[in-house]
């Protein structure tokens, strides 16, 4: 902002008036606060706990998302740890003014990253199970999860089988089976048989047979 000064007298000699003014100037002010202060109405004041401010500052900053600044003159914030995360942008210090405003992230969520403003949902095939993940883990073989953000993976059905990370699980072909919770499937043994997705195998019937294993059916006995 610019100033100046006009000056107005009276020449009471001839009733006249003579105005003078300045050229504009703008005002300073010597501030030599050091980093974590403020220039205050009385001098350098601290900052307050959740901002912070740099060298020569007339006002503090709050402290933004993902950040925390837990003492008073501070010169900069300190960074939520991974797992964790603070949204707040920087509306109140008083969000920002312990290492108890980063929250722990949900089950089924995670922050890789210092100074996270909020976490991700696990992807299809992976969970986190509990609070306060860095990562998430992938289903193990057996196991699946076709949803995001979850805390937990699902075991597979008997008569199907998954690998890892997988998103859901495979039938085993005609001629396998498999019980609950498998990465793969077994063969039928000779004499028995099963069609896709079996649970168990079935042995042949009266009058048939199978002399191979992972046999989707038995063949007629023949006459003779």
Same mark, same amino acid.
């Given at each position: 902002?610019e100033?100046y000064?006009r000056?107005?007298?009276? !020449?009471?000699?001839?009733s006249?008036?003579?105005?003078? #003014?300045?050229? &504009?100037?703008m ?5 030599? /606060?050091?980093a974590?202060?403020y220039?205050? !109405? ?6 307050p706990?959740?901002?912070y401010?740099?060298?020569a ?8 998302? %993902?950040?925390?600044?837990p ?7 300190s960074?939520c740890? *991974? ?11 008083s969000l ?5 405003? =980063?929250t722990? /992230?949900?089950s089924?969520?995670?922050a890789?990253?210092? $100074?996270?403003?909020?976490? *991700? ?7 986190a199970? %509990?609070?306060g993940? #860095?990562?998430?883990g992938?289903?193990?073989p $057996?196991?699946?999860q &076709?949803? *995001?953000?979850q ?9 199907s089988y998954s690998?890892?990370?997988?998103t859901s =699980?495979s039938? =085993?072909a005609?001629?396998n089976?498999? *019980? ?6 077994s063969?039928? #043994?000779?004499g028995t048989y099963s069609g896709?997705g079996a ?5 042949c019937?009266? $009058?048939k047979y %199978?002399? #191979?294993?992972s ?5 007629? /006995?023949?006459?003779g």
């Amino acid at each position: 902002m610019e100033y100046y000064i006009r000056l107005t007298c009276d !020449d009471n000699d001839d009733s006249s008036v003579v105005v003078l #003014e300045t050229d &504009p100037f703008m005002l300073t002010f010597n501030n030599s /606060c050091a980093a974590g202060k403020y220039l205050g !109405d009385e001098g350098c004041v601290d900052c307050p706990a959740g901002s912070y401010s740099g060298y020569a500052a007339f006002d503090c900053i709050n402290c933004g998302s %993902g950040l925390y600044s837990p003492t008073t003159g501070s010169s900069s914030c300190s960074t939520c740890p *991974t797992g964790k995360y603070l949204s707040d942008a920087g509306n109140l210090a008083s969000l920002h003014d312990s290492a108890d405003d =980063c929250t722990a /992230c949900e089950s089924g969520k995670y922050a890789d990253e210092l $100074g996270s403003s909020s976490c *991700t949902s696990c992807s299809a095939g992976q969970n986190a199970n %509990g609070t306060g993940a #860095e990562s998430c883990g992938y289903c193990i073989p $057996g196991r699946y999860q &076709p949803a *995001t953000g979850q805390d937990d993976c699902i075991e597979c059905n008997g008569g199907s089988y998954s690998g890892f990370g997988f998103t859901s =699980c495979s039938d =085993c072909a005609a001629g396998n089976y498999s *019980t609950e919770g498998s990465s793969t499937c077994s063969r039928c #043994e000779a004499g028995t048989y099963s069609g896709s997705g079996a649970s168990s195998c079935s042995a042949c019937e009266a $009058g048939k047979y %199978g002399d #191979e294993k992972s046999q989707s059916s038995c063949t007629e /006995c023949q006459g003779g």
